[in-house]
């Protein structure tokens, strides 16, 4: 045998196993068929379940948003309030202490008019018998 007639043998036989490889063992084309349309329409039915989940988070996600959105309006509107009446309590406070200062200036004024000296107060004594009494 020639080194062409071994090369052709080596040729042929490699041929031959690449295509029963490729072929498989027991595979009719029409069941490969069948088994490939069920896993596809098993596949376009988990998408559709991910595309309505994926939908009812991103309507979760807007809803969250828009809450807080609100909360965050009420929040700012909160520290204006807050705001308003810290400096509306710093201002009565002010008033307050100057209302005493005042009141104090006022009654140590009144005291200073008040004479110092006063005479000592007039008691009654009775040495007779109580009234009421024989």
Sequence with gaps: MSR???ALAILVVSTLGLWGCAKGPGSN????IKALEAKVNRLE?????????????????ASAEEHLAKLQHDRDDLEKTLTARTSERDNLQTQFEQFRKNLRDLLGQAEAS???YLPPPVTVT???PAPGKP
């Design 4 to 6: 062409a007639h071994k």
């Design 29 to 32: 084309g029409a069941e490969r």
């Design 45 to 61: 039915g988990d998408l559709k379940v991910g595309e309505s989940a994926r939908e009812q988070v991103r309507k979760k996600l």
């Design 114 to 116: 008040v004479p110092r």
């Design 126 to 128: 009775a040495t007779g």
